[in-house]
């Protein structure tokens, strides 16, 4: 029988700071998911993280994404829920397509745009809303508070709205998202209110993460469905192990491009190589936030404060939460402020991870020429994963099997296209009627006692 999975904080091992007590203990899955980050500000992580096979992987291509789905989700919660509730979750949440596309060669764009809000975050909140509403105590009401840069916002909306027992408050950027996706989160309604927040995407992050930590709010039963909660990064595991299945033979080393903010979709990336898949390396490239490259160029880590804004404005992001987690996976300690405890083994980092920052002007020229040379549509955060990528292949040679991470529709950014390209993008059938709808954001500084005394108005416990 397999090792149960207890999950530990990030945060374990701190000592000597004001104000923090080193949480020691463990949780259930269950217990992760509903409490969002650990009593000391921590991030939750899986202990033993759990293996699968290579035959098992392989047993998956030509098979839809839902096998793909239940291999991983399995191995994480098998002895807390029963199989065929799992797989009536994943039947529920993955019931639209998960295209391949061959850019040149081997060299393929996986699309993850094709879900209700046309963003990769469909991949993780709808799966994530279904265990919520598994696991949540029905006596109890649930409260998420979730930052967004862009498209986590609209797609845990989507995925939360008109679940019984759960409210959800999404907090974002006034002025540094895209008018589709403002318009995608301030019309959600019924149990889903956006909050405008004068600031940017690490004010609204930070504000969520006071609250957590804030005893006033320990009756109301918050949970967080940003990245920082494990229950988004294990869906995300399953498209790498998904793309490995249909274009790789057993056994073969891939590289995985996955263009990065927050860090939640690469480390659904780590996760996936360490629990079996032949990942020969995990390109991470950023926009012009370029924190992590400087890190990993130079031994030092110094945040961006305040975020750059750029073009893939959902990487705004000048200190990533799942930094946190990479770091504990490589034997250091970084906490939610940016201070540095423990350095990781930065030269294991650097064997299996390769960061560039990605200027505008070149997320421009690809975005130009990936439609000019292969016929293929990139928007702006795709293409930062494509021309990272490249820079990869630049430098340490090709490699046979390479897979970029498309993360959102290029509809939700028509002007950049139009400008570019000189066509208007075709919407997808989920975002055909979303200049119609209406609807407005609640608007806050970024400030946490206008947020505090925000919440304590409208929170419910039941």
Not at 329 to 337: P, S
Request: charged share 25%.
């Amino acid at each position: 029988m397999s090792q149960r999975i207890q999950y530990y904080s990030t945060n374990r091992n701190l000592a000597g700071i004001p104000g923090l007590i080193p949480w020691k203990k463990s949780v259930s899955f269950r217990e992760a998911l509903l409490h969002g980050q650990a009593p000391d500000e921590g991030l939750f992580m899986p202990d033993p993280i759990p293996v699968i096979t290579i035959e098992s992987i392989m047993a998956l291509k030509g098979k839809p994404y839902t096998r793909a789905a239940m291999l991983v989700a399995t191995a994480f919660l098998a002895d807390e829920i029963h199989n065929e509730v799992l797989e009536k979750i994943i039947a529920e949440s993955y019931n639209y397509q998960v295209p391949i596309e061959k850019m040149i060669d081997r060299k393929y764009i996986m699309r993850l745009d094709q879900g209700p809000t046309a963003s990769f975050k469909d991949f993780a909140a709808r799966m994530m809303a279904r265990l919520m509403s598994y696991f949540r105590d029905p006596g109890k009401r649930l409260n998420v508070l979730v930052a967004t840069s862009g498209d986590t916002g609209s797609a845990v909306g989507d995925a939360f709205k008109g679940v019984a027992g759960i409210d959800v408050y999404i907090l974002y950027p006034k002025g540094e998202v895209s008018g589709r996706q403002k318009k995608q989160l301030d019309t959600i309604g019924e149990n889903v209110q956006a909050v405008s927040v004068l600031g940017k995407f690490d004010d609204c992050q930070n504000l969520v993460k006071q609250a957590f930590s804030d005893p006033s709010f320990a009756a109301f039963n918050l949970t967080s469905a940003n990245s920082i909660n494990f229950g988004r990064i294990l869906p995300q595991i399953i498209y790498y192990v998904y793309a490995y299945a249909q274009l790789a033979a057993s056994g073969e080393e891939i590289v995985f491009s996955v263009p990065s903010g927050n860090f939640g979709d690469a480390l659904g990336c780590e996760y996936a190589r360490r629990m079996g898949i032949p990942v020969k390396r995990l390109v991470m490239p950023t926009n012009e936030n370029d924190e992590f490259p400087r890190f990993l160029e130079t031994g030092v880590y110094e945040k961006i404060s305040p975020s750059r804004a750029c073009l893939s404005s959902a990487m705004n992001v000048g200190h990533p939460s799942n930094l946190a987690r990479f770091f504990d996976l490589y034997g250091g300690t970084v906490d939610r402020g940016g201070a540095v405890h423990r350095y990781p083994d930065i030269n294991d980092m650097r064997r299996w991870i390769f960061s560039t920052s990605i200027t505008d002007e070149e997320t421009r020229k690809t975005i130009r020429r990936a439609y000019d040379q292969y016929g293929i549509l990139l928007e702006p955060h795709g293409a930062v994963g494509w021309r990272g990528l490249e820079a990869y292949l630049e430098r340490y040679g090709d490699f046979p099997l390479c897979v970029s991470i498309e993360t959102a529709h290029p509809a939700k950014f028509p002007d950049e296209i139009k400008d570019l390209l000189g066509i208007n993008p075709e919407l997808p059938d989920s975002m055909k009627d979303i200049d119609q709808k209406k609807g407005a954001s609640f608007e806050l500084p970024s400030s946490y006692e206008e947020f505090k005394n925000y919440l304590q108005t409208r929170l419910k416990v039941r």
